[in-house]
């Protein structure tokens, strides 16, 4: 039996990026495998393929660790509709939101891909402050999401002006498939949110 076509996860890095924004997510989807079991005997595979995206071949987080791109962003948008899993982490956002930097084009550019044609969806997942950045895209808008704590307030402030979005102090948040555009959208928090309940906007 043919294993399955991996899922393919676009990681958008930007300069002062959280480590573990970026860390965490990609640790937790290294451990999905397929089990497949032919006669007697199993064999393995990854559930998930990741890419690394950033403007610059080297790019250093908030806690001073370099990470190498596989890819540069101009390759990221012109082979974007080939991936399943769009990943945004938060940590260094004043100056992308002051400068309208990547990867809010990149998050544009994802939101307005027309549906798959299988049918499959596609996903946009935020850590912490990387859902700024959703909010300055302009993509949020009739959704519900949350960030870091600290944030709250100004994730309230941008969306007031991108569209109507409800901020939910909640741990992460998983909004509905928009089935128009085949897209769902996942937002989560920092570690100074005290609510451990997911919230699943209707």
């Known amino acids: 039996m043919a294993s399955p076509k991996p899922l393919r996860v676009l990681y958008a890095l930007h300069p002062n990026f959280d480590t573990l924004d970026f860390t965490g997510p990609l640790e937790i989807l290294s451990h999905a495998t397929h089990k497949h079991t032919a006669d007697s005997s199993t064999s393995e595979s990854r559930v998930f393929q990741p890419t690394i995206t950033a403007v610059s071949e080297l790019t250093t987080s908030a806690q001073k660790a370099i990470f190498k791109r596989h890819i540069p962003l101009t390759e990221a948008h012109s082979t974007l ?35 798959k044609v299988d049918g499959s969806t596609r996903y946009l997942l935020s850590v912490c402050t990387g859902c700024l950045f959703l909010a300055e895209a302009g993509v949020l808008d009739g959704l519900t999401a ?51 309940s997911p919230s699943y906007s209707k």
Do not use: M
């Open 146 to 196: 949350t960030t870091h704590a600290d944030y709250y307030g100004q994730l309230e402030k941008i969306c007031e002006t991108k569209g109507k979005t409800r901020v939910l102090k909640e741990r992460f948040v998983v909004n509905k498939t928009d089935e128009e555009k085949g897209l769902r959208t996942i937002t989560s928090g920092g570690d100074a949110v005290q609510k451990t």
């Open 81 to 115: 509709a080939d991936y399943d899993i769009l990943i945004i982490p938060g940590g260094g956002s004043q100056p992308v939101l002051d400068g309208q930097t990547e990867p809010i084009q990149l998050i544009k550019a994802w939101a307005a891909l027309p549906k």
